[in-house]
């Protein structure tokens, strides 16, 4: 499925047999609940003018893409064996539990990211202000910059394997 420019003033529901792309702007007033359970398949929404008011659900098979020019919610998304990427114009937060079989990249230059559910990552790199972090499981942080604080909880092991930058404290 591809979106083309859209503008949805409620609820945003799509089950895709297939990937789902955008090759327009995409604008969602209310919640989003995207998913595909075909073999191999993705969710990318990056076109970098979108807009997404409400909580988003994605699953995918793979891989997760979403821009959103606006604050982030993210409530159930679910990236089975592949990659969670996030870019983010405002805050980023999770409502619900992230489940990414690779590696999660949030990406919220100068805003905050709290991702405080019990989610589980393959390993998760991050771009943000102030930064919390929950895991259910074993941590792995790729290259990171936090230009605020920095808070990670983890019930496993927590290893880097990227170089991870604070500037406030840790």
């Known amino acids: ?72 919610n993210l409530a159930t998304v679910t990236a089975t064996t592949g990659t969670l990427n996030v870019t983010s114009g405002g805050d980023v937060i999770d409502s619900g539990v992230l489940t990414v079989g690779n590696r999660a990249t949030i990406t919220a230059v100068g805003r905050d990211i709290t991702l405080n559910s019990a989610n589980n990552y393959g390993s998760i790199a991050f771009e943000g202000r102030n930064v919390l972090l929950t895991e259910s499981s074993a941590t792995d942080i790729f290259t990171s910059t936090a230009t605020g604080t920095f808070s ?18 840790m």
């Open 152 to 169: 990670l909880n983890s019930t496993g092991a927590i290893t880097d394997s990227g170089a991870i930058e604070v500037v406030d404290n």
């Open 1 to 72: 499925s591809d979106l083309f420019t859209s503008e949805v003033t409620g609820t945003f529901k799509l089950i895709s047999g297939g990937g789902v792309t955008d090759s327009g702007d995409v604008s969602v007033a209310g919640t989003t609940e995207i998913s595909t359970a075909a073999t191999n398949k993705s969710i990318i929404l990056d076109v970098a003018t979108s807009d997404f008011t409400g909580a988003l659900t994605l699953s995918a098979p793979k891989n997760i893409a979403i821009t959103n020019v606006l604050a982030t």
